[in-house]
T-cell receptor, first 114, second 115 residues
Framework: EAGVVQSPRYKIIEKKQPVAFWCNPISGHNTLYWYLQNLGQGPELLIR????????DSQLPKDRFSAERLKGVDSTLKIQPAELGDSAVYLCASSPAPTTGEQFFGPGTRLTVL | GQSLEQPSEVTAVEGAIVQINCTYQ??????LSWYQQHDGGAPTFLSY????GLEETGRFSSFLSRSDSYGYLLLQELQMKDSASYFC????????????????FGKGTKLSVIP
């Protein structure tokens, strides 16, 4: 079974530029999560989707971050404009249902904002 | 909100046993998960405890005491490849709302296995 796929793996941009991350979850997983992970810290939830509906986006900075999950499969996370403090690893995860402590993570996108 | 505490670093000898503790403060507790993450890699699920007691999976075991808001991960017969960061994560929430399914991660414990 293929795992969670993310692209790009690395991205370097200048501040104030836009950036987008893409995630393809494991086939059949209805629940999709976007996390942010700073160096030396644990993942922090940004948004959770159930199919195509964002059911928990309370920690998503909506002034500059946006996300979508069209057709309940792939998802895109966007930052516009990026700030220096956005430099981090952005992780996508999926699970067959939300009622589980097990999530399957992708390799992440390491973002560097200069 | 939720808060978790775990040691920042642990060093152990190859072949030995190591225990990584996790204490948490939360409301609406559902369960405690453990994840492993190698440098530059993705977090990988190890175990999930919803009930008190010990769960064993190969060389790894996880324990939970709900009354003490405490859990630990036990790694036996340590191997060099076990050098990684280990995160505990609580699944908690305030009821049937969206937060019920949120995992909140600790800051992680960096395990170094030495020869």
């Amino acid at each position: 079974e293929a795992g969670v796929v993310q692209s790009p793996r690395y991205k370097i941009i200048e501040k104030k530029q836009p950036v987008a991350f893409w995630c393809n979850p494991i086939s059949g997983h209805n629940t999709l999560y976007w996390y942010l992970q700073n160096l030396g810290q644990g993942p922090e939830l940004l948004i959770r989707y159930e199919n195509e509906e964002a059911v928990d986006d309370s920690q998503l900075p909506k002034d500059r971050f946006s996300a979508e999950r069209l057709k309940g499969v792939d998802s895109t996370l966007k930052i516009q404009p990026a700030e220096l403090g956005d430099s981090a690893v952005y992780l996508c995860a999926s699970s067959p249902a939300p009622t589980t402590g097990e999530q399957f993570f992708g390799p992440g996108t390491r973002l560097t904002v200069l | 909100g939720q808060s978790l505490e775990q040691p920042s670093e642990v060093t152990a000898v190859e072949g030995a046993i190591v225990q990584i503790n996790c204490t948490y403060q939360t409301s609406g507790f559902y369960g405690l998960s453990w994840y492993q993450q190698h440098d530059g890699g993705a977090p990988t699920f190890l175990s999930y405890n919803a009930l008190d007691g010990l769960e064993e999976t190969g060389r790894f075991s996880s324990f939970l005491s709900r009354s003490d808001s405490y859990g630990y991960l036990l790694l036996q017969e340590l191997q060099m490849k076990d050098s990684a960061s280990y995160f505990c994560a609580v699944r908690a929430g305030g009821g049937s709302g969206a937060g019920s399914y949120q995992l909140t991660f600790g800051k992680g414990t960096k395990l170094s296995v030495i020869p």
